[in-house]
């Protein structure tokens, strides 16, 4: 009876461990875009259907094929630590449940720079991963430098990453799928610790890479006294996303959240300086007659990229800054 007992046990493990494996995101993984790939690996004989589910109230069913042995899934990631949960079904039954905790950092928010101790960065595109993919995907690069996709679904790199342009604003190389133009697969000063890990690398700082295209700031910046840190350290994507977002100019968030999100010390939201023995001058939450449509931020009055004035101001005089909005 014991032995019957033992038996079944490891029947049922090994029916459980057979049910499916979860190839992609690693564990603990640290994610750098708000979207995660997920690849399942399914058996159809342990395993009919199975679910997906996150930390943002996104769940999908997928049906098991016995023709096919992996599945592929975009889910949405927030801030700071995510939960991805897939639990395996067979004849309306749970016969596995998996989980994995990815961590979502940013580049502007300070409370979500770092990870928490034992997560890891982890790059999925090398030749080892690519053979799993390879069994329906084309892993071949077949862009044409310089040359935008008249088709964008006839990238090789769309049916996995096409979500990565949803956004309004979009980034030209990467709405055109000219994905290689940046993920060059070189590596930069500041990342050579991602060296040979992946085959789509982009070398950190980006600047060079940024201003090959944008080559009338390489001129102008270098003209200029004053210069913004992540300007000056080149880390172009710190503050824009090289892919797309909701707000202009690819920023990661809107300029005034995008700004105090280092810049804590102004979030109160009234400029440090009164003027004139007036009340502190507001920062947001009104119009900024200088832009037509826009509301105030700080840069209405900062540059944030380079400048001559001192605290990288728009203009190197008082009035000259203040003209700006009030022209009378």
Sequence with gaps: MRIFGLFFWLLLFLSEAGAFNIVNPYDREVKEEDLASVVVEADFASVDSFVISNDVNETFTLEVNPKRSHYCKSINLHLGENSLKVVGYKEGKVVKEEKKELFLTSKVDKDYRYPPQGYNRSYFHNDENEKICSKCHDMSVNEVEGVAFE??????????????????????????WLCTSCHNGEVGALNQADKDRTKYSVPDPIEELCLSCHKKHKEEWSKKRFHHEPAESGRCNRCHNSHSSPSKFYLRKPAWELCTGCHKDKIEGMHVVKTFGRKAHPTHNVKDPSREGEDLSCVSCHNPHVSNAPSLLQSQSAMGLCSRCHKK
């Design 151 to 176: 088709d964008i679904t006839r990238s090789n790199c769309y049916e996995c990453h096409k979500k990565i342009n949803r956004d309004e604003h979009s980034h030209a190389p990467s709405v055109n």
